[in-house]
């Protein structure tokens, strides 16, 4: 009886003292883990969008991502699929502080267009996920609280430092201990009803490092999902600097894509 | 106290049951090893087909006599195929088109008429680490303006522009040899055409113009003398932090039929050379584009000949931002300043229309979209406060699968009638000339 006393006593209370690390600690491992694995890495990126009324439709891109200094990133993508945007490519240079730079080529026109940053919570490519899941939200937006820890997961609590500049009133990360993947994210809105969750259903480790492989993203508000998955997916390719420019926007970089 | 204890226990139980997710797969008992997609390969990888079939049709929106009511009627199918290989890549685009208000016309590849539209026939290669090079049929752009060209002075197609085609044929392609060099210091795109590569102007054929020899609205054919010789052009360009700067040159011909042949009594394309320079840097929340230009029409290099037409500076200054979530706005404003002003009024016919000094252009974009980016609102308006004329382009798009798209909008061009020095009234500005070609379009689009 006693010992049954004091086992709930540590899965209460023990986790959170026994726990050295700090939630920002937590939170910079789990950026890593998610969007910074190796020096630079590709993925063939398929998507199924799956709407209110379960219309699908599907998008497949290749990704090449270089991280640079300062934790900046360049992101380098592909599009195959649909026919539509076939051979159409995109540019971010992702920077931590400051807007993102970005590029669209349109083949048909021979046209490299510059975008503007925009919102980072808009719909990337007409699916569930927006630009932010797809290469990072700055883990200085939010204030992070470490609100429960067990076996598997250190459990956080994020609420955004600018409101409105965000749809979500808060959002809760399950992080896997071991990996520091992010398994499942649940958004609540302002009136803390449930109503995005993301969830990492397939994990492989690839050049040693655990990389989530298939994921969804379920949102209530817009209806429906999308279900992605990532394949042929390597770290550490040796992506030289200039894939990133103009001359492999307009020229796809084949070697690298396949 | 045991009972306490065991409830507290099964509630927290069960409350991690139904809050902690699973792990998933990879990261339980079972193994982790990746494995990668295994490719066959076959020479048919190297090689992709992508095709569409699009059909259009469109009605004139006022009533006039000159051209057919129907502005628009056409099936077009488009088939590319492209092949990839490790030292050469090559590109085949073909339109095949069935036109029911242009029926009769011949086959030729250099307007685009006739039922074979070839969009790209071309291969491209890496002689060096520091090069590629492009040869043959090709659509080409630079500069930074949105629909409004400086220093791009690859041929357009302003018909299929007007009528409601696709944006993609609003640009014509080019027969060309390119080629780019890259350098840390600068890059360069040298661009040469073996022979003339006019735009696909507005001939009369299909979409009237104001004509200033009989001072009125005119659906007489321009049949113009294409040049013969040869074109170059150049882009050196280079970022600077997130500024990206850009000069340019182009040594032809004028693109349009900007002047007359008296001996052979012909339209026809003067001697143009022009230098720009661009710069597109963001700025605040949108990106800020900026752009020059000057056109030296060296055949008439003190404006006096009234039979061509005189050189201009052309200035363009643009900002586009994301106004609100999936809803932007860009806006541009456009200059043209005609040299040798008095020389052109001088020489003028002073019974007939004359320009401005300067013309000045404002555009307007607005673009939103919605159910999950498959409703696209898009408006494009151009408006010359100085010729008091405009064209508006408004567009509604819809992706009802992957495959199928609807497309309904219009091009509506509007002007003031003015009372010319000769007593006639007539429409004879930029835009206010196309009045009557102002149209509705729907169009659907099947890809494959």
Known sequence: ?????????????????????????????????????????????????????????????????????????????????????????????????????????????????????????????????????????????????????????????????????????????????????????????????????????????????????????????????????????????????????????????????K | MKHIIFLFTFFMTSYAMAAVPALPMGLDDSSSSFSSDSFEDSVWDNFEFDSFLDVRAGTRLYDQDLQSDTSLAEVRLQTGVSYEGDLLSANLVADFIYDDVDRDMDQNFQTGTGSIDLREANFSFTPFDFMDVKIGRQVLTWGVGDMVFINDLFPKDWNAFFIGRDVEYLKAPSDAIKMSLFSSVANLDLVYMPRHDASRYIDGRRISYYDAMTQSESNTVVDAMRQTDDEFTLRLYQSVGSVELAAYYFDGFWKEPEGFDIVAGKAMYPALRVYGLSMRSPFGPGILSSEFGYYDSLDDAHGTDPLIRNSESRFLLGYEQEAAQNFTVGVQYYTEIMDHYTGYQLSSD???????????????????????????????????PTDKDGYIRPKVTYKQSDNLQFEVGGNIFFGETQILPSGTEAQPTFWGQFENASNAFVAVRYTF
């Open chain 1, 1 to 257: 009886m006693k010992k049954m006393f004091l086992t709930l006593l540590i899965m209460v209370f023990g986790a959170g003292a026994a726990n050295a690390m700090s939630v920002e600690k937590i939170i910079e491992r789990a950026n890593e883990a998610s969007y910074y694995k190796g020096d630079d890495g590709r993925a063939k990126v398929k998507m199924k969008i799956v709407d209110s009324q379960d219309r699908e439709r599907e998008r497949q891109f290749t990704i090449l991502r270089k991280n640079t200094a300062n934790q900046s990133q360049r992101f380098y993508v592909y599009f195959e699929r649909p026919s539509d945007v076939k051979k159409m490519s995109f540019l971010v240079y992702k920077y931590v502080k400051g807007d993102d730079d970005r590029w669209m080529y349109l083949p048909s026109l021979d046209l490299v267009k510059r975008i503007s940053a925009g919102d980072q919570r808009t719909s990337f490519v007409g699916s569930h996920f927006y630009y932010e899941d797809v290469s990072g939200r700055n883990p200085n937006a939010d204030v992070h609280t470490l609100v429960d820890t067990d076996d598997t997961y250190y459990v956080v609590e994020s609420k955004p430092k600018d409101q409105k500049s965000v749809e979500f009133s808060k959002y809760k990360t399950w992080i896997h201990k071991l990996s520091f993947l992010p398994i499942r994210t649940v958004y609540y809105d302002s009136k803390g009803q449930e109503y995005r969750t993301y969830t990492a259903t397939k994990v492989e480790t690839v050049k040693g490092y655990p990389t989530v492989v298939a994921a969804e993203m379920k949102d209530d508000v817009i209806g429906g999902k999308t279900i992605l998955t990532y394949e042929n997916v390597s770290y550490d390719v040796g992506l030289p600097d200039d894939i990133f420019t103009e001359r492999y926007l307009k020229k796809a970089p084949t070697q690298y894509l």
């Open chain 2, 350 to 384: 002073p019974t007939g229309y004359i320009k401005d000094h300067v013309r000045e252009m404002w555009t307007l974009r607005l673009t939103y979209l919605a159910m999950n980016q498959n409703l696209i609102l898009s408006l494009f308006n151009y408006y010359s």
